[in-house]
């Protein structure tokens, strides 16, 4: 590991760290760290262009599916997006999963329901931050699958009669399921 990854590694760290509301102690140094602005959260803790669409696909995603749910809710529909990512069924890019179609079916609502999926006012909007955060908390491996690997899930007031399913988890207004 070049001192370069050692220093991001390290900031992403403390980015997760403070994140999740844990204050941070540079040993070393013994100065504090501090959570960096909107502008920045993307750019420091994703180099690449691709690493960069991944994540904002996924915190979309988690916006619009979970952004009313508690952060174990927004996770576990991260942790969705990324089972069906792993998984040769779907497509192995985080992106291509969020907007994928079967016929007239979208996987995610919301993205064929007519509405806008612009994130308004992104900067500001508690959210779209929140979305943002634990995007990269899920895509980083600090926050734990709580779905244990789900691939499906709906809402608590609709029943899509999925039999052939095994229901994993239910948390805050979503049911969670896999294959059997």
């Not at 501090?34 to 904002?56: C, F, G, W």
């Not at 999925?162 to 979503?174: D, E, F, K, Q, S």
């Amino acid at each position: 590991m070049s001192l370069k990854q050692g220093v991001n590694l390290t900031i992403r760290n403390v980015v997760a760290a403070l994140t999740i509301g844990v204050l941070v102690l540079f040993a070393s140094t013994n100065a504090l760290a501090t959570v960096p602005s909107y502008e920045n959260l993307v750019a420091v803790n994703k180099e690449t262009h691709e690493d960069r669409r991944e994540l904002l696909c996924l915190a979309t995603n988690i916006y619009h599916e979970a952004g009313g749910e508690s952060d174990k809710g927004k996770a576990a529909v991260a942790h969705v997006t990324l089972n069906r990512a792993k998984s040769p069924r779907y497509p192995n890019d985080i992106c291509r999963v969020v907007y994928q179609r079967s016929g007239r079916t979208c996987q995610f609502s919301w993205t064929c329901d007519k509405r806008s999926d612009i994130v308004p006012n992104k900067k500001y909007n508690k959210r779209w931050q929140d979305s943002l955060q634990i995007a990269l908390l899920v895509i980083d491996k600090i926050i734990k699958d709580p779905t244990n690997g789900a691939m499906f899930f709906h809402e608590r007031s609709i029943n899509p009669g999925w039999r052939r399913l095994v229901r994993t988890a239910h948390i805050g207004n979503h049911i969670f399921y896999r294959h059997g």
